[in-house]
């Protein structure tokens, strides 16, 4: 039987901490719920650490962990979180091979989640790490994602940000591009909104537009087959890239790249420019099927006209 | 502490200071352009760490920032190595002109190197620590101590009882703004707030001497009240008014100490010769 996201994470922490004897820091790890039930109920004897609640010390110490050569895996249990516990991660272990030679590799799970949640439990805010040199960004929303990139990981010296989202975690299914035939217009889509993406594409379709979707795993470096951009360069009216952070970041970066290879049109759609609240009018959430059909249906009737 | 263990100390700092004197006078001339801190005035709390340390076998980890000129050499760093990184050569140099004074790195000595964000080697250090339990220590200046990341960190060392040594090297200035001007409180007293040794003393070889038996049984955090000779960078000079630990222990071993310095300037000065016709 198929196993979910969170039980594809459960069990590579699992595998992490018993077999490659590495580490886990976080906060709060041991307590109610396990890290939405990604964590195995393990404890500081068999390596998983809880850190103080002091944010940006706590980064410091996994990335001097990293420099032991012990691969830590770092939970950063909202994505907001991540303003004060990156500061370490991004300016030393990121660097530290490229400068004195000494890889440091962390594993950054950072986990995304909205609804009623305030600007810093809410959404992804995997930009911040865009700037950075020495840092690789993937987002899995699948289990077979998540296992490529762990592995990928072990068998590189790296530091890798992995944005995760609670709302894949009872997901089983892989997620397949389709970018075959000529298509009206292409959605690619990062973190949560693909499956919100997934739905708009059918929206569009219903009214008798060609819409392709290409899914994004590999955020920095950006990876998208040629086939994908094909798809795109060949397309009538272009793409859009659709995020569940502001569009400020890595979504306007990444519509310029593939502009650039393309030579299409390229439109971003992500957060709105405020900050996100707790009641309903005034939170912020990933564009939903509705919002991201809307938003084409009027790029591809301005395209027309 | 014997007049021996007191020789020994001060051939490491005579090493310290007269390698520092040849970089205040490059850097003045420009041979030096990349900014410097020099740890000249400094030199008796790495140079007498070192030399304990040593005589009990122990090779620590060892994590610094900048201002740390004196720390690679007493803890055996080649002077040849950190020559080449002042002098920024990318062919030579041990990060391929990467590191600069700031940041001085050496797998050879077991020493990390610096982001450059100041304070930022107490948390690495003491993650490194907790994973590899080896005696580590951590050296920070006043004004780091005061980043608040430092003082979470320490707490969390405290708990969990690491072989650690956290070196305050206290000159009293955060570029020259003073320790009473920032804060009301002493780094010593915070250490033992968090549970655990801290003591404050002055650079003398023979205070340092004292807390030995402590090193690397427990965590513990020495504020070493020293004084730095120049600039917070470059080359120049604040005031001649400054203690200088350097000419006070030299007097106090009279022949022995003006031998010493004589011999080891001349060797420094030759090694700065060689390297700059080899460059």
Not at chain 1, 182 to 202: L, M, N
Not at chain 1, 286 to 296: G, H, T
Not at chain 2, 200 to 217: A, C, G, S, T, V
Not at chain 2, 261 to 266: A, M, S, V
Request: charged fraction near 25%.
């Amino acid at each position: 039987m198929a196993e979910t996201v969170r039980e594809t994470i459960k069990k590579i922490i699992r595998n992490h901490l018993k077999k490659k004897k590495g580490k886990v820091f976080g906060q709060c790890l041991t307590a109610v719920g396990w890290v939405g039930g990604t964590l195995p109920e393990l404890y500081e004897k068999d390596g998983m650490i809880e850190l103080s609640m002091a944010d940006v010390a706590g980064g410091g110490i996994v990335t001097g962990s990293a420099l032991m050569k012990n691969r830590p895996i770092y939970v950063i249990r909202y994505q907001g979180f991540n303003w004060y516990n990156a500061p370490m991660i991004v300016n030393y272990a990121a660097k530290s091979k490229e400068i004195w030679n000494t890889p440091c590799p962390v594993f950054v799970r950072g986990i995304g989640m909205e609804g009623a949640i305030g600007p810093v439990a809410g959404s992804s805010h995997h930009s911040l790490y865009f700037r950075m040199p020495g840092v690789k960004i993937v987002s899995p929303m699948t289990p077979g994602e998540y296992k490529k990139i762990y592995k990928s990981f072990m068998s590189e010296e790296e530091v890798y940000y992995v944005s995760e989202h609670r709302g894949s975690f009872n997901n089983k299914k892989e997620l397949i591009d389709d970018i075959t035939g000529t298509k009206d217009f292409v959605i690619i889509a990062i973190s949560i909104t693909r499956f919100q993406a997934i739905e708009a594409k059918k929206k569009l379709e219903k009214k008798g537009y060609k819409i392709g979707i290409i899914h994004i795993l590999w955020i920095k470096p950006f990876k998208i087959s040629k086939k994908a951009l094909k798809c795109v360069s060949n397309s009538r009216f272009g793409g859009i890239i659709i995020d569940d952070d502001y569009v400020d970041g890595i979504s306007n970066s990444l519509a310029n790249k593939v502009n650039h290879l393309t030579n299409k049109k390229i439109f971003t759609m992500g957060l709105s420019d405020k900050s996100a609240g707790f009641h309903k009018k005034v939170d912020n959430l990933p564009p939903n099927a509705d919002q991201i059909s809307n938003k084409i249906l009027g790029i591809l009737n301005n395209a027309k006209k | 502490m014997d007049k021996k263990l007191r020789i020994k100390v001060f051939e490491k700092a005579s090493l310290c200071r007269n390698f520092e004197i040849n970089a205040f006078n490059y850097s003045k001339n420009r041979t030096i352009k990349i900014p410097i801190y020099l740890s000249a005035g400094q030199e008796f709390t790495p140079a007498t760490l070192s030399t304990l340390i040593f005589n009990k076998k122990i090779k620590p980890l060892i994590f610094a920032q900048h201002r740390c000129h004196s720390t690679y050499l007493s803890f055996g760093g080649k002077i040849e190595n950190l020559i080449v990184e002042l002098l920024g050569n990318y062919r030579l140099s041990n990060t391929r002109g990467m590191g600069g004074s700031a940041s001085i790195y050496s797998k050879e000595i077991k020493m990390y190197g610096h982001d450059g964000h100041m304070g930022t080697q107490v948390p690495i250090g003491i993650g490194a620590c907790f994973t590899s339990r080896k005696p580590t220590i951590v050296f920070m200046g006043d004004a780091s101590a005061e980043e608040d990341y430092v003082l979470g960190a320490l707490g969390w060392a405290s708990v969990k009882k690491l072989p650690i040594l956290f070196i305050v090297e206290d000159n009293n200035l955060s570029i020259l703004t003073e320790k009473k001007v920032r804060r009301n409180w002493h780094m010593h007293e915070v250490a033992r707030s968090f549970k655990m040794r801290g003591y404050d003393l002055n650079d003398n070889p023979k205070e340092i001497y004292k807390y030995q038996k402590y090193f690397f049984k427990e965590p513990m955090l020495l504020n070493i009240n020293t004084n730095r000779l120049f600039w917070h960078a470059g080359a120049g000079k604040d005031s001649d008014e400054i203690f200088d630990r350097y000419l006070n222990e030299k007097k106090y071993l009279g022949s022995i100490g003006e031998r010493i310095d004589k011999k080891i300037k001349q060797k420094v000065d030759e090694i700065w010769r060689k390297q700059l016709e080899k460059l």
